[in-house]
């Protein structure tokens, strides 16, 4: 896939295409009362598969929703039906926030046929287009297989180096007031602040405030040269658990920059250590 996004046009041509899976790939943060499963029972795009990032990690890890092993996620993927040659798309219930983390998973393990419905459940229902209730309709499962690319995922050494190398980039998808350390963290525990050296780049400027669809390139790269970021050098993503940073990814991808390396802990990992430096205030 050379973008990333596909249409809601795109998409209701092709229901009920064999070769096309749809995800719903909402999670919501741990301080909203809402169940994306149950959710997703109520109405859902036709044919589409939950996709829980929370059911699909690492079980041994005390992170949320850290990656799985290459075979776990083999495993969950032919379970829903994909193989080497399904086109994957995933959408969320709030336009964009956590399809983009599995669109960032598939292709972390090494699935590139996939991409994230704009402006996702949101703009589906907008525009009157049809639904389903229930639990997702079973397929014959996939021949999937996993083949990790490693460059995709940083991991909390990697980030330590980067704050002492000005060839990497940190950039901080988080809003500007937990970047500061105005704002507390939604998480018990996290310290606030950021990653030294880090640029704020809340994930919502990639974002239209209404649609919730991605900005057009050139307003894209407007977002990414305010905020002091070149989406063309060595870039690492980080947020509050590793889910908006992939909206950062995506945006880069769109602009033609598809090896952007999500830090998998994020905050929730450097936050949450006290042997991690943090600075405080603007960048």
């Known amino acids: 896939m050379t973008d990333p996004l596909v249409s809601s046009v795109w998409l209701a041509d092709r229901l009920g295409d064999p070769d096309l899976v749809i995800l719903d790939g909402t999670y919501h943060l741990p301080t909203v009362d809402r169940d994306a499963d149950a959710e997703f029972a109520e109405r859902h795009i036709p044919g589409a598969q939950r996709f829980d990032i929370d059911a699909v990690c690492d079980p041994d890890s005390d992170l949320p929703h850290m990656i799985p092993s290459a075979e ?61 209730t229930g639990a997702a309709a079973a397929r014959p499962r996939g021949q999937f297989s996993a083949d990790f690319q490693a460059a995709l995922v940083a991991d909390r050494q990697m980030v ?48 239209d ?19 002091g970021i070149d989406p063309g050098r060595p870039l690492i993503a980080s947020c ?28 929730s990992e450097w936050g949450g250590r006290a042997d991690t430096p943090i600075e405080t205030g603007p960048a």
Request: with cysteine; hydrophobic share 40%.
């Open 72 to 132: 776990a996620f083999q495993a969950a993927a032919a379970g829903l039906g994909i193989s080497a040659g399904t086109m994957v798309v995933v959408y969320d219930v709030y336009g964009l926030q956590s399809a983009a983390r599995t669109w960032w998973m598939f292709r972390l393990f090494g699935h590139d046929r996939v991409a994230v419905l704009d402006g996702g459940l949101k703009k589906w229902l907008q525009e009157a287009r049809p639904v389903e």
């Open 160 to 207: 330590l180096n980067a704050t002492g190398d000005d060839s990497v980039q940190i950039v901080d998808a988080r809003a500007a007031g937990r970047f500061t350390g105005v704002d507390p963290e939604p998480r018990q525990g996290m310290r606030s602040g950021h990653i030294p050296g880090s640029r704020s780049l809340p994930f919502t400027e990639l974002l």
């Open 209 to 227: 405030s209404g649609t919730r669809e991605v900005l057009d390139a050139t307003s894209l790269e407007g977002r990414f040269e305010t905020a």
């Open 240 to 267: 509050g658990s590793g889910v908006t940073a992939c909206v950062i990814a995506l945006a880069a991808h769109r602009l033609g920059h598809p090896n952007v390396s999500v830090y998998d802990g994020s905050w």
